[in-house]
């Protein structure tokens, strides 16, 4: 079962809680929005879901309400920038805007972020570059559980790692590419598990590393208080991927990287690091713009395949999420829902 639900009041509702868990109301307002919009964009694994994890961590002393970016070093061009266990939505954006800034003045920005509590949907910092026409890489890791089994591994050795690029493209909507390194992303998996589902094969092994569909491996303890793990995609390419973020998001930017056994903890810290690129001031700005608008319509003139009714590009489908699910609502399951009331009940707040 589950429930139609406004986005308004939906937002309201999960920015009382955030609120009486510690935030103040912008603080509040910006995290619920920032969730609220990663389910209007379809991806319901990192939107209000998260609300239960965020409340425990703050009880728990791993994600500090309040707390803003600090920065470390400042090479101009070049950002060393602490989170300080802040709110990943609003700490990130920080962040973000500030590497923005030095990229429009100096022409590029290598941005390094330690220390952030959950960053929620990279491809949100994304559509922040391309909206002042910067293109922006971003790798990112996960210090959490480990839910992600290298490839060959029969365990859990590191996190769903995303990676997402933007670029602008001129007259036309931004190519935005934002995927976990994960065949699916472990939000994903405890939505399934909350509405009962069973997942494709390949995408996980269970707690003695044989392969199986069932989502619970990965979100509820199995026998021994073993977990199983994720599957990385495109087996040994997407596990390189994930290893290159681990390394690049957590050693690189003094976040650290996961290397030590599991525990219970409900805090999910993020590293990332930001290459933001100004086109205009690279001196391809033309040739760009024009070699990118062809590249896309070359695409689109593809013949649709079997069971597609076309080619689209990255980006695309969160647009058209965004535009149906803020007409008809957002659907949350039952499970999700109970959740949600619960870490309502643990700061106060009657949902």
Known sequence: MSKTLDPDSLQRQVAQIIAAAGSAPAEAEQVAANLVLANLS?????????????????????????NAMAVRLDGGAMLSIDGQRGYGQVVGVQAMELGIARAKLHGSCILSLANAHHLGRIGHFAEMAVAEDLVALHFVNVLSRPVVAPWGGGDGRFGTNPCCIGVPLAG???????????????????????????????????????????????????????????????EH??????????????????GGTWHRPADTARSVLNGMLAILIDPARLGTQAAFEQEAAAFVDWLRQSPPGAGFDG??????????????????GIVVDDATWSEIVEAGRKVGVAV
Do not use: W
């Open 311 to 328: 080619v689209q590009i990255a980006g695309e489908p969160e647009r058209k999420a965004r535009s149906a699910r803020r007409r008809d």
């Open 172 to 234: 036309a909507a931004p190519f935005v590419l934002d995927f976990a390194t994960s065949r699916v992303a472990q939000g994903k998996m405890r939505v399934a598990y909350n509405k009962g589902e069973k997942v494709a094969a390949g995408t996980l092994i269970d707690e003695k590393g044989a392969p199986t569909d069932d989502p619970g491996v990965v979100v509820v303890p199995q026998a021994g208080g073993l977990f199983g793990a994720l599957m990385t995609f495109g």
């Open 237 to 254: 390419k997407g596990y390189g991927l994930a290893v290159a973020c681990e390394l690049l998001g957590g050693a690189l930017s003094g």
């Open 42 to 66: 379809g991806h319901d694994s990192h939107g209000v879901g998260m609300v239960p994890r965020y409340v425990d961590a703050v009880a728990e002393g791993g994600l500090v309400p309040n």
